[in-house]
Each structure stands twice: as structure tokens, then as C-alpha cells.
Nanobody, 125 residues
């Protein structure tokens, strides 16, 4: 089974940085593309970033491009989301999600089969 666990969230002031981690205890993590999504209170879940299973291609939503960086370390079964220059509008629960093996990245949450429980990021002004 794919079991994703997010960590690294917490309170931070505007302009600060956080690094989120998405770890998996399964055996197929290195063959799965990973996406990061977020959901603010009262709003729909939205795409943030994604990385291919090879790690050679990355994708970002326009709202975080230039501020966030996604990377992966398959030896550690972990994907990271480095978040810099955080803004209050970045406040949300952040989720990582995995696709089926060998599939490419997608910005649609419907294309991801496995989800973590989420980690809260709160950016204060």
C-alpha cells in the first residue's frame, strides 16, 4: 500500500520560509509522480506543484512560481516542497499525492490515486 505522510508545516510570518516533506513507506515511490495540493478553509483544493517520477521535470501553479521549489530524493522515499517568500494567501492545508506507477504529472486532483493526511501551513501578516 502507498502510505504518504506530510510534515514540516506550521506557523510562519509573511516573507518567511518552510520546507514540507512527503514521505512514503511503500515500495513503489520512486516510480510515481508526486503532486502537492493545498486547500484553504472554505475553498476548493488547488494544484500547487508536481514532479515526475524520474525527477527531471517540475511544474508550478502561477501563484507559487518563482517562490516554491519541488524536489525529490528517491533514496529516502521523500519529496520536498521548499516554500520561500510566503504570503498570507498561502495559508492552507498542504497535501501530497501520488499517481499510479510511471504516469506523468497532472494538475488535476482527480488524477492522483493516493493522498496523505495533510499538514497545516499558516502565514501571518
Amino acid at each position: 500500500q502507498v502510505q504518504l505522510v506530510e510534515s514540516g508545516g506550521g506557523p510562519v510570518q509573511a516573507g518567511g520560509s518552510l520546507r514540507l516533506s512527503c514521505a512514503d513507506s511503500g515500495r513503489t515511490f520512486s516510480r510515481r509522480s508526486i503532486g502537492w495540493f493545498r486547500q484553504a478553509q472554505g475553498k476548493e483544493r488547488e494544484f500547487v506543484s508536481a514532479i515526475t517520477w524520474r525527477g527531471g521535470s517540475t511544474y508550478y501553479s502561477d501563484s507559487v512560481k518563482g517562490r516554491f521549489t519541488i524536489s525529490r530524493d528517491n533514496a529516502k522515499n521523500t519529496v520536498y516542497l521548499q516554500m520561500n517568500s510566503l504570503k498570507p494567501e498561502d495559508t492552507a492545508v498542504y497535501y501530497c499525492a501520488a499517481r499510479a506507477p510511471y504516469l506523468l504529472t497532472s494538475s488535476s486532483s482527480d488524477d492522483y490515486a493516493y493522498w496523505g493526511q495533510g499538514t497545516q501551513v499558516t502565514v501571518s501578516s
